[in-house]
Antibody, heavy 117, light 109 residues
Framework: QLQLQESGPGLVKPSETLSLTCTVSGGSISSSSYYWGWIRQPPGKGLEWIGSIYYSGSTYYNPSLKSRVTISVDTSKNQFSLKLSSVTAADTAVYYC?????????WGQGTLVTVSS | SYVLTQPPSVSVAPGQTARITCGGNNIGSKSVHWYQQKPGQAPVLVVYDDSDRPSGIPERFSGSNSGNTATLTISRVEAGDEADYYCQVWDSSSDHPGVFGGGTKLTVL
């Protein structure tokens, strides 16, 4: 059974860079059939797609976040990562990683990241 | 960028049928996916590619998509179906490929 697990700091200071890693187990991140995505959800609000990456490194980004987002993949560790720079309180959210075709079929449990000094 | 519009809330009595809509310009030309999210939990895919169900999702969940509206239909609604529901599309040719609707809170009366 495929499992995804987010990891990273739960508290980030304003103007700093948020960094999260998603570890995939029970399957290979190098599968040619899938992208791997990041989605976030501010407290009490809806889902927002952040970006997606293929194992080869090809990426798609949400244009509203593109200037601040970098998604990378490490196939040797079966992981992919998210970096979001210059964070503000508006970036406080639960961050999810997920496996993606056109839809997102396997999700991590999510990790709450709070931006506060 | 492409916008998906959902009603904020839908209410239904147990045993009845709930219909949750997702509006978008010519959405019938796209594949629509639906997620169920209960409080404190990650979203769960309940319908993909307009009307397909992942394994383990009850047949009570079905979907349709035509024109400017996609619909998630939940038949014989149960108390356990109370949740937030989100529609989503993916268009790799767009400058904003991944889009979610704003979500609909389903209340079982």
């Amino acid at each position: 059974q495929l499992q995804l697990q987010e990891s990273g700091p739960g508290l980030v200071k304003p103007s700093e860079t948020l960094s999260l890693t998603c570890t995939v187990s029970g399957g290979s991140i190098s599968s040619s059939s899938y992208y791997w995505g990041w989605i976030r959800q501010p407290p009490g609000k809806g889902l927002e797609w952040i970006g997606s990456i293929y194992y080869s490194g090809s990426t798609y980004y949400n244009p509203s976040l593109k200037s601040r987002v970098t998604i990378s993949v490490d196939t040797s560790k079966n992981q992919f990562s998210l970096k979001l720079s210059s964070v503000t309180a508006a970036d406080t959210a639960v961050y999810y990683c997920a496996r993606q075709e056109a839809h997102f079929d396997y999700w991590g449990q999510g990790t709450l990241v709070t931006v506060s000094s | 960028s492409y916008v998906l519009t959902q009603p904020p809330s839908v209410s239904v009595a147990p045993g009845q049928t709930a219909r949750i809509t997702c509006g978008g310009n010519n959405i019938g030309s796209k594949s629509v996916h639906w997620y169920q999210q209960k409080p404190g939990q990650a979203p769960v895919l309940v319908v993909y590619d307009d009307s397909d169900r992942p394994s383990g999702i009850p047949e009570r969940f079905s979907g349709s998509n035509s024109g400017n509206t996609a619909t998630l239909t939940i038949s014989r609604v149960e108390a356990g179906d109370e949740a937030d529901y989100y529609c989503q599309v993916w268009d790799s040719s767009s400058d904003h490929p991944g889009v979610f609707g704003g979500g609909t809170k389903l209340t079982v009366l």
